[in-house]
């Protein structure tokens, strides 16, 4: 639908949904590369939610993975672009999941 109507304001947030459900597939290799896909489209966007989202999620599955250092080094400097907004449950997901790997 995207390459279709040439809307993409939400391209990014379609590439993570996409992997969000292959990981319920435990098909975390693709899904890594969704997740991937997801953080690139976002930062070439300057979409910061849609990257804030993306990098969560790559986050949570590098963790999950073992790679705890990886996952905190993505997330936390595009957390600290932000400077509102700390109510909203995007952000709150982001510091909780920060705080558990620190």
Same mark, same amino acid.
């Given at each position: 639908?995207?390459?279709?109507?040439?809307?993409?304001?939400?391209?990014?947030?379609?590439?993570?949904?996409?992997?969000?459900?292959?990981?319920?597939?435990?098909?975390?290799?693709?899904?890594?590369? $969704?997740?991937?896909?997801?953080?690139?489209?976002?930062?070439?966007?300057?979409?910061?939610?849609?990257?804030?989202?993306?990098?969560?999620?790559?986050?949570?599955? $590098?963790?999950?993975?073992?790679?705890?250092?990886?996952?905190?080094?993505?997330?936390?400097?595009?957390?600290?672009?932000?400077?509102?907004?700390?109510?909203?449950?995007?952000?709150?997901?982001?510091?909780?999941?920060?705080?558990?790997?620190?």
């Amino acid at each position: 639908m995207v390459e279709r109507t040439d809307e993409r304001w939400y391209e990014a947030e379609l590439y993570r949904l996409m992997a969000e459900a292959l990981i319920t597939k435990s098909d975390r290799h693709d899904a890594e590369r $969704w997740l991937c896909r997801a953080l690139q489209t976002a930062q070439h966007q300057g979409a910061r939610f849609w990257e804030l989202r993306a990098a969560t999620s790559l986050a949570r599955l $590098w963790r999950d993975q073992g790679e705890r250092s990886d996952a905190r080094d993505l997330l936390s400097p595009i957390f600290r672009c932000f400077t509102g907004g700390f109510d909203t449950r995007d952000l709150k997901e982001a510091a909780a999941l920060l705080a558990e790997l620190a």
